[in-house]
């Protein structure tokens, strides 16, 4: 079952505006992380936030975790058109698990 | 560096017939490694992941089998594929971190579609 779900599923910006995404889950995690995935090609790993962070950083790309509100938001400042792509939350349980848990993604455009 | 490779990219195939996909990774050894289903404009469904030779689990009732030969080497077989098989498949591996699951590493993928 989706453990993460992403919202919007779809969302189209200019290119140099910020793009914010918003991940909700349902049971207690050891850790969260962002995927992207360029149309047809394999996922690429880009940040891992812990339970017990609630802000990261990396390059234009700033993470937010809120676990009482069981919630992470990705934004990507100054987007690009290169930014164009499908971006997947993902959450591993908190406990034994080495598995993660996907969401269905959201759609980013930026048009150039 | 670590590299994967998944083959072949693409393959069309009919119904009844057999499957084998191949994941090999270059680069690390004794990773966990990770077969994922995706459909059309949806999320990633995790299908087996193996800790090691010859040890794999099952995440869904399907028709789809894993092996794992070779320490660096991941097999998705099927005997007689469905049109339900039809899907973009993903390897992914990971660093052996005990027992919590970190940053995974995907494939380029394979599209397959059943005929």
């Known amino acids: 079952s989706q453990q993460g779900e992403e919202d919007p599923q779809a969302l189209s910006i200019q290119e140099g505006e910020n793009a914010t995404m918003n991940c909700s889950y349902k049971t207690s995690i050891n850790n969260l992380q962002w995927y992207r995935q360029n149309s047809g090609r394999g996922l690429v790993h880009l940040i891992l936030i812990r339970s017990n962070e609630r802000e990261k950083h990396s390059g234009r790309l700033r993470v937010t975790l809120d676990t009482s509100k069981k919630s992470s938001s990705l934004l990507i400042t100054a987007s690009r058109a290169a930014d164009t792509a499908s971006y997947f939350c993902a959450t591993v349980g908190s406990g034994s698990a080495r598995q993660l848990t996907f969401g269905s993604g959201t759609q980013l455009t930026v048009l150039p | 560096s670590q590299t994967i490779h998944q083959w072949p990219a693409t393959l069309v195939q009919p119904v009844g017939s057999p499957l084998s996909l191949e994941c090999t990774v270059e680069?690390?050894?004794?990773?966990?490694l990770y077969w994922y289903r995706q459909a059309a404009g949806r999320g990633l469904q995790l299908l087996f992941y193996?800790?090691?030779?010859?040890?794999i689990s099952s995440e869904v009732p399907q028709n789809l089998s894993a092996s794992r030969p070779q320490d660096r080497q991941f097999i998705l077989s099927s005997k007689k594929l469905l049109l339900s098989d039809s899907g973009f498949y993903l390897c992914?591996?990971?660093?052996?971190?005990?027992?919590?699951?970190?940053?995974?590493?995907f494939g380029p993928g394979t599209r397959l579609t059943v005929t």
């Open positions: 193996s800790v090691g030779i010859g040890q």
């Open positions: 992914a591996w990971s660093p052996e971190t005990g027992t919590v699951s970190y940053e995974q590493y």
């Open positions: 680069g690390t050894s004794n990773p966990n």
